[in-house]
């Protein structure tokens, strides 16, 4: 469905996005994660139309977006915040998306809103936060846009909203085949959605993983040792430790695991125990973690 090829973009100078390659398919939830000021955003609003590549190409059914911005009506983009409506009273965001998407369905649109117990009356102004954040999910989805970006879209709600959210975020990619592609610091909500994981560091895309493959392709370990001063983890090359608390260290083991157990377990240690693998055990090896076991 949504295709990037070789994307590049330049803000003052100063290289924002480097040569970004991934594709997204209909019916996917993907996640995109890393630390403040890699991109995200930026790369968020290549993908929207709102900024132009500098190099590289943005292609939705195969259809290149800058040489052919209608193609624009398939694609919705709730940025973090949406204040430029906050004059606008309901009837009037309908007006206008409907005049920007002639697939807008305003009987679903009113549904969900009774759904959710949304007032129908009134300026954006007087929502919550809250009920600003699944108002423009509700339209996002309303559009019937084939894909959906969405940047940051539970910051700062309660669970009772995020949960909302979620639910009908998850329910539209399963009966409609919607894309999404969610920028998120909640790396737990993504886990438990997102078919695809995009880790973004410097400006490129660092690794692309799926979920189902987590569990495979890592395995995550916590042992203890009886000597503290014996530590046979540095010669251990695909060894990340991810803490260490006195003689209890926390290990993310990758490729050729199972020799890495067997030098472990011969190492008779007190403990030796699996753990499950995280999205955020990830996160802190591959952009923020101890680059070597020590």
């Keep these: 469905m949504?295709?990037?090829?070789?994307?590049?973009?330049?803000?003052?100078?100063?290289?924002?996005?480097?040569?970004?390659?991934?594709?997204?398919?209909?019916?996917?939830?993907?996640g995109l994660v890393g630390r403040n000021g890699v991109g995200k955003s930026t790369l968020l609003r290549l993908l929207a139309g709102i900024l132009d590549p500098d190099d590289g190409e943005v292609l939705l059914e195969g259809v290149n977006l800058t040489a052919h911005p209608r193609v624009k009506q398939s694609m919705y983009y709730v940025p973090d915040s949406m204040s430029m409506f906050n004059s606008y009273n309901i009837k009037e965001l309908v007006r206008l998306h409907?005049?920007?998407y002639d697939s807008?369905?305003?009987?679903?649109?009113?549904?969900?809103?009774?759904?959710?117990?949304?007032?129908?009356?009134?300026?954006?102004?007087s929502f919550s936060k809250g009920m600003k954040a699944l108002l423009f999910m509700i339209v996002a989805l309303s559009t019937r846009a084939k894909l959906v970006l969405l940047d940051e879209p539970t910051n700062g709600l309660d669970v009772i909203v995020k949960k909302q959210i979620m639910q009908l975020l998850i329910e539209e990619v399963s009966e409609r085949e919607t894309a999404l592609l969610i920028s998120s610091h909640h790396l737990q909500e993504l886990e438990k959605v997102a078919d695809v994981i995009m880790m973004m560091n410097d400006t490129e895309i660092e690794s692309i993983i799926r979920i189902e493959e987590l569990q495979e392709s890592f395995k995550k370990v916590q042992i203890a040792f009886?000597?503290?001063?014996?530590?046979?983890l540095h010669t251990?090359?695909?060894?990340?430790?991810?803490?260490?608390?006195?003689?209890?260290?926390?290990?993310?083991?990758?490729?050729?695991?199972?020799r890495t157990m067997k030098v472990l377990e011969n190492s008779q240690p007190l403990l030796?125990?699996?753990?499950?693998?995280?999205?955020?055990d990830l996160f802190i090896t591959k952009l923020g973690g101890n680059r070597h076991a020590s």
Excluded at 6 to 29: A, Y
Excluded at 226 to 232: E, G, L, R, V
Excluded at 272 to 280: A, F, G, K, N
């Design 2 to 30: 949504l295709t990037v090829r070789n994307l590049s973009k330049q803000i003052d100078g100063k290289p924002i996005i480097s040569g970004i390659h991934f594709e997204i398919h209909k019916g996917t939830i993907t």
């Design 98 to 100: 409907r005049h920007m």
């Design 104 to 125: 807008f369905d305003e009987q679903a649109f009113y549904g969900w809103l009774d759904r959710f117990q949304l007032p129908s009356n009134g300026t954006i102004r």
């Design 226 to 232: 009886a000597d503290a001063s014996y530590n046979p």
């Design 236 to 258: 251990l090359p695909n060894v990340e430790v991810l803490t260490q608390v006195g003689r209890v260290a926390t290990l993310l083991l990758k490729n050729d695991m199972a």
């Design 272 to 280: 030796l125990e699996e753990l499950p693998v995280t999205i955020e």
